[in-house]
Protein backbone atom coordinates (compact mmCIF):
# COMPACT_ATOMS: atom_id res chain seq x y z
CA UNK A 1 0.00 0.00 0.00
CA UNK A 2 0.84 2.97 -0.52
CA UNK A 3 1.83 6.04 2.30
CA UNK A 4 4.17 7.97 4.40
CA UNK A 5 5.97 6.61 7.23
CA UNK A 6 7.90 7.70 9.83
CA UNK A 7 10.03 5.95 12.45
CA UNK A 8 10.45 5.98 15.10
CA UNK A 9 6.91 6.64 16.55
CA UNK A 10 8.75 7.65 19.55
CA UNK A 11 12.49 8.87 20.48
CA UNK A 12 14.31 9.60 23.94
CA UNK A 13 17.92 10.89 23.54
CA UNK A 14 20.25 12.04 26.45
CA UNK A 15 20.99 15.91 25.70
CA UNK A 16 24.40 16.97 23.40
CA UNK A 17 23.54 14.33 20.80
CA UNK A 18 22.18 14.56 17.21
CA UNK A 19 19.05 12.39 16.14
CA UNK A 20 17.26 11.95 12.78
CA UNK A 21 14.31 11.30 11.76
CA UNK A 22 13.27 9.05 9.21
CA UNK A 23 10.39 10.06 6.65
CA UNK A 24 9.55 7.90 3.62
CA UNK A 25 7.37 8.07 1.23
CA UNK A 26 5.86 5.58 -1.53
CA UNK A 27 3.60 7.91 -3.32
CA UNK A 28 5.78 9.00 -6.19
CA UNK A 29 5.30 12.99 -4.05
CA UNK A 30 7.51 15.78 -4.86
CA UNK A 31 7.35 17.68 -2.09
CA UNK A 32 8.10 17.02 1.22
CA UNK A 33 7.48 18.98 4.60
CA UNK A 34 8.85 18.86 8.04
CA UNK A 35 6.64 20.67 10.89
CA UNK A 36 7.39 20.71 14.47
CA UNK A 37 4.18 20.39 16.85
CA UNK A 38 4.24 21.37 21.15
CA UNK A 39 1.44 20.42 23.16
CA UNK A 40 -2.00 21.81 22.39
CA UNK A 41 0.14 23.94 19.62
CA UNK A 42 -0.46 24.33 15.81
CA UNK A 43 2.07 22.83 13.10
CA UNK A 44 5.12 25.06 12.76
CA UNK A 45 7.20 24.46 9.55
CA UNK A 46 10.37 23.56 10.02
CA UNK A 47 12.11 22.95 6.38
CA UNK A 48 10.25 21.90 3.24
CA UNK A 49 12.02 20.36 -0.51
CA UNK A 50 10.25 20.84 -3.66
CA UNK A 51 12.05 18.64 -5.37
CA UNK A 52 15.17 16.16 -4.98
CA UNK A 53 18.43 17.71 -4.15
CA UNK A 54 16.82 20.93 -3.10
CA UNK A 55 15.08 22.20 0.10
CA UNK A 56 14.21 25.75 2.18
CA UNK A 57 14.18 26.67 5.39
CA UNK A 58 11.14 27.12 7.12
CA UNK A 59 10.22 29.36 9.72
CA UNK A 60 11.88 27.63 12.69
CA UNK A 61 14.41 26.06 10.73
CA UNK A 62 17.48 26.79 13.49
CA UNK A 63 18.69 23.60 15.05
CA UNK A 64 18.02 21.69 12.22
CA UNK A 65 18.96 20.11 9.11
CA UNK A 66 17.85 18.00 6.29
CA UNK A 67 18.90 16.43 3.14
CA UNK A 68 16.83 15.44 -0.05
CA UNK A 69 19.19 12.96 -2.14
CA UNK A 70 16.19 10.83 -3.61
CA UNK A 71 12.61 11.69 -4.13
CA UNK A 72 11.43 9.21 -1.30
CA UNK A 73 12.86 10.40 1.44
CA UNK A 74 13.61 13.37 3.80
CA UNK A 75 15.63 12.70 6.84
CA UNK A 76 15.38 15.02 9.36
CA UNK A 77 18.42 15.84 12.23
CA UNK A 78 17.50 17.26 15.18
CA UNK A 79 20.98 18.61 16.60
CA UNK A 80 22.56 19.27 19.68
CA UNK A 81 21.75 23.09 18.68
CA UNK A 82 18.13 23.04 18.87
CA UNK A 83 17.43 24.65 22.42
CA UNK A 84 13.92 22.94 22.87
CA UNK A 85 13.84 19.64 20.98
CA UNK A 86 11.22 18.02 23.02
CA UNK A 87 8.06 18.08 20.77
CA UNK A 88 5.77 16.00 18.15
CA UNK A 89 7.42 15.78 14.54
CA UNK A 90 5.23 15.51 11.76
CA UNK A 91 6.26 14.88 7.93
CA UNK A 92 4.07 15.41 5.07
CA UNK A 93 4.25 14.63 1.32
CA UNK A 94 2.40 16.63 -1.43
CA UNK A 95 2.22 15.39 -5.11
CA UNK A 96 3.25 18.07 -7.64
CA UNK A 97 0.66 20.37 -9.11
CA UNK A 98 -2.08 19.09 -6.07
CA UNK A 99 -2.24 20.80 -2.90
CA UNK A 100 -3.49 18.32 -0.41
CA UNK A 101 -0.78 17.07 1.91
CA UNK A 102 -0.84 13.73 3.10
CA UNK A 103 0.86 12.98 6.53
CA UNK A 104 2.98 11.04 8.47
CA UNK A 105 1.64 9.31 11.87
CA UNK A 106 4.32 11.43 13.79
CA UNK A 107 7.49 11.00 15.62
CA UNK A 108 7.51 11.95 19.31
CA UNK A 109 10.62 13.33 20.59
CA UNK A 110 11.80 13.90 24.10
CA UNK A 111 14.73 14.52 25.27
CA UNK A 112 15.94 13.39 28.81
CA UNK B 1 5.86 35.44 7.32
CA UNK B 2 1.99 34.71 6.41
CA UNK B 3 -0.01 33.54 9.50
CA UNK B 4 -3.59 31.85 9.67
CA UNK B 5 -5.35 32.36 12.55
CA UNK B 6 -8.52 29.57 14.10
CA UNK B 7 -11.44 30.50 16.27
CA UNK B 8 -12.57 29.03 18.86
CA UNK B 9 -9.11 28.11 20.28
CA UNK B 10 -11.11 25.42 21.78
CA UNK B 11 -14.73 24.32 21.81
CA UNK B 12 -16.34 22.26 24.50
CA UNK B 13 -20.22 21.15 23.23
CA UNK B 14 -22.30 18.66 24.05
CA UNK B 15 -23.16 15.13 22.23
CA UNK B 16 -25.62 16.14 19.03
CA UNK B 17 -24.95 19.78 18.88
CA UNK B 18 -23.42 20.81 16.03
CA UNK B 19 -20.34 22.85 15.47
CA UNK B 20 -18.86 26.20 13.77
CA UNK B 21 -15.24 27.26 13.76
CA UNK B 22 -13.68 29.53 10.86
CA UNK B 23 -10.04 30.30 9.84
CA UNK B 24 -8.66 33.63 8.78
CA UNK B 25 -5.73 35.24 6.85
CA UNK B 26 -3.97 38.77 5.89
CA UNK B 27 -3.00 37.40 2.57
CA UNK B 28 -5.33 35.67 -0.16
CA UNK B 29 -5.12 32.19 -0.82
CA UNK B 30 -6.12 29.82 -3.36
CA UNK B 31 -6.62 26.96 -1.69
CA UNK B 32 -8.34 26.01 1.67
CA UNK B 33 -7.85 22.63 3.30
CA UNK B 34 -9.23 21.21 6.97
CA UNK B 35 -7.43 18.43 8.70
CA UNK B 36 -8.95 16.57 11.51
CA UNK B 37 -5.90 15.52 13.75
CA UNK B 38 -6.78 12.41 16.70
CA UNK B 39 -3.84 12.64 19.69
CA UNK B 40 -0.45 11.36 19.15
CA UNK B 41 -1.14 10.92 15.13
CA UNK B 42 -0.68 12.38 12.08
CA UNK B 43 -3.62 15.22 10.28
CA UNK B 44 -6.23 13.42 8.31
CA UNK B 45 -7.30 15.57 5.36
CA UNK B 46 -10.95 15.99 5.70
CA UNK B 47 -12.06 18.61 2.92
CA UNK B 48 -10.12 20.81 0.18
CA UNK B 49 -11.49 23.63 -0.91
CA UNK B 50 -9.85 25.38 -4.22
CA UNK B 51 -12.49 27.55 -5.23
CA UNK B 52 -13.84 31.15 -3.70
CA UNK B 53 -17.37 30.56 -2.32
CA UNK B 54 -16.87 26.93 -2.92
CA UNK B 55 -19.18 24.87 -0.44
CA UNK B 56 -18.27 21.20 0.18
CA UNK B 57 -19.56 18.10 2.34
CA UNK B 58 -17.99 15.39 3.33
CA UNK B 59 -20.52 13.82 5.46
CA UNK B 60 -21.85 15.88 8.68
CA UNK B 61 -18.99 18.31 7.70
CA UNK B 62 -19.70 21.32 5.69
CA UNK B 63 -16.57 23.82 4.59
CA UNK B 64 -16.62 26.96 2.60
CA UNK B 65 -13.96 28.93 0.52
CA UNK B 66 -14.94 32.58 1.78
CA UNK B 67 -15.19 34.85 -1.19
CA UNK B 68 -12.80 37.05 -0.26
CA UNK B 69 -10.34 34.35 -0.43
CA UNK B 70 -9.34 35.70 3.17
CA UNK B 71 -10.99 32.72 4.86
CA UNK B 72 -12.58 29.56 5.28
CA UNK B 73 -15.56 28.21 7.44
CA UNK B 74 -16.07 24.66 8.47
CA UNK B 75 -18.94 22.96 10.23
CA UNK B 76 -20.15 19.92 12.29
CA UNK B 77 -23.86 18.91 12.31
CA UNK B 78 -25.13 16.21 15.17
CA UNK B 79 -21.57 16.42 16.61
CA UNK B 80 -20.45 12.68 18.39
CA UNK B 81 -17.64 11.70 20.71
CA UNK B 82 -15.37 10.51 18.03
CA UNK B 83 -15.16 13.87 16.67
CA UNK B 84 -12.82 14.88 19.14
CA UNK B 85 -9.72 16.05 18.20
CA UNK B 86 -8.12 18.78 16.92
CA UNK B 87 -8.78 20.88 13.57
CA UNK B 88 -6.14 22.25 11.66
CA UNK B 89 -6.65 24.95 8.65
CA UNK B 90 -4.38 25.23 6.04
CA UNK B 91 -3.73 27.68 3.12
CA UNK B 92 -1.52 27.80 -0.09
CA UNK B 93 -1.45 30.46 -2.29
CA UNK B 94 -0.43 28.29 -5.48
CA UNK B 95 0.38 24.85 -6.20
CA UNK B 96 3.93 25.53 -5.79
CA UNK B 97 3.91 27.52 -2.70
CA UNK B 98 4.22 26.23 0.86
CA UNK B 99 1.36 24.62 3.01
CA UNK B 100 0.82 27.37 6.33
CA UNK B 101 -1.05 25.68 8.70
CA UNK B 102 -3.40 27.72 11.23
CA UNK B 103 -3.08 27.14 15.33
CA UNK B 104 -5.83 24.95 15.53
CA UNK B 105 -9.42 24.34 17.15
CA UNK B 106 -9.44 21.65 19.90
CA UNK B 107 -12.55 20.20 19.94
CA UNK B 108 -14.18 18.08 22.61
CA UNK B 109 -17.40 16.44 22.92
CA UNK B 110 -19.59 15.93 25.84
CA UNK B 111 -21.78 12.70 26.28
Known amino acids: DGGITQSPKYLFRKEGQNVTLSCEQN?????MYWYRQDPGQGLRLIYY???????QKGDIAEGYSVSREKKESFPLTVTSAQKNPTAFYLC???????????FGQGTGHTVV | GQQLNQSPQSMFIQEGEDVSMNCTSS?????WLWYKQDPGEGPVLLIA?????ELTSNGRLTAQFGITRKDSFLNISASIPSDVGIYFC???????????FGPGTSLSVIP
Open chain 1, 49 to 55: SQIVNDF
Open chain 2, 27 to 31: SIFNT
Open chain 1, 92 to 102: ASIPDGQRTAC
Open chain 1, 27 to 31: LNHDA
Open chain 2, 49 to 53: LYKAG
Open chain 2, 90 to 100: AGQRTSYDKVI
